[in-house]
C-alpha cells in the first residue's frame, strides 16, 4: 500500500472519535471485521428469526417475524472486467459495512454517556483523552483497508448514521478539527462530507448492501 494510500486510511480513524466512554467498550470483538477472511459463498450476518406474542381477546398469538427477503433481477456482465468491479464490491461491502455499523453503536453509546458528564468542560477533557485513545487504538485497524474500502466506509458510515464523516466530526470535535481531517482527505482524493445516495450513484451497492446484511451475500 502507498503511504498516501497509508494516511488517507488514517484520516477514517476521526470516525470513531465519538466514542467517549470512560470504561472499555464491551462491543470488542475477538476478531476484527477487517482481520476477517471475506468467504464469497457465505453470508457475513446471520439471517435471525423474532419470535413474539401479541394479545387478541385476551387470547395470546404467537408470530414469527422475519428479515426482509431482497429480490433483484439476474445480474449480468458486458465482460469480464464488470464481473470483477462488481466482485471486488461485493468484497469490500462485506469487509467494512461492520465496522460501519460498530460505528453507530459507539454513536448511540456516546450520546447516552455524553448526558452523564456535568459540563462542557468536562465533556471537552475526555474528549480530548479519548481521541488520543482512539487514535493509538485504529490506526493499525484503518490501516488493514485498501484505499477503496477506506472511501467505501466514509459512504457507508453516512448510510448508518444518517450523517456524513464531516458532519458527525464537526459536532464532537468542532468546526476546526473537522475542516482540518476534511482538507487532510481532500489532498489525497476523498471527502469526509460524501454522501451516500442509495438512488444515484450508489445504487448498486445499496442492493449489495441490503443482501449482506439480510444475509443473502
Known amino acids: 500500500m502507498r503511504n498516501e494510500e497509508r494516511k488517507i486510511i488514517t484520516v477514517i480513524l476521526c470516525l470513531f472519535c465519538l466514542n467517549c466512554m470512560a ?7 475477538k476478531e476484527n471485521p477487517e482481520e476477517r477472511r471475506v468467504d464469497m459463498d457465505t453470508p457475513t450476518f446471520q439471517p435471525t428469526v423474532k419470535v413474539g406474542k401479541a394479545l387478541d381477546d385476551g387470547d395470546s398469538i404467537q408470530y414469527v417475524e422475519l428479515q426482509n427477503i431482497y429480490v433483484y433481477p439476474t445480474t449480468t456482465f458486458k465482460n469480464e472486467k464488470q464481473r470483477q468491479q462488481y466482485n471486488r464490491l ?3 461491502v462485506k469487509k467494512v459495512l461492520p465496522i460501519a455499523k460498530e460505528c453507530n453503536v459507539i454513536i448511540r453509546e456516546t450520546y447516552e454517556y455524553l448526558q452523564t458528564l456535568p459540563d462542557k468542560k468536562a465533556r471537552d477533557a475526555h474528549l480530548k483523552l479519548v481521541e488520543e485513545d482512539i ?3 485504529y490506526t493499525p485497524r484503518m490501516k488493514k483497508l485498501t484505499y477503496s474500502q477506506g472511501k467505501l466506509l466514509i459512504k457507508l458510515v ?4 444518517h450523517s456524513t464523516s464531516y458532519g ?11 475542516g482540518f481531517y476534511q482538507a487532510f482527505a481532500w489532498i489525497y482524493g476523498a471527502s469526509l462530507k460524501k454522501r451516500y445516495d442509495p438512488e444515484g450513484v450508489d445504487r448498486l451497492t445499496e442492493r449489495i448492501v441490503q443482501q449482506v446484511e439480510s444475509g443473502q451475500l
Open 158 to 161: 453516512d448510510r448508518e448514521c
Open 23 to 29: 470504561q472499555k467498550r464491551t462491543f470488542q470483538q
Open 135 to 137: 487514535k493509538r487504538t
Open 168 to 178: 458527525l466530526i464537526q459536532a464532537i470535535l468542532g468546526p476546526v478539527k473537522a
Open 90 to 92: 461485493v468484497h469490500n
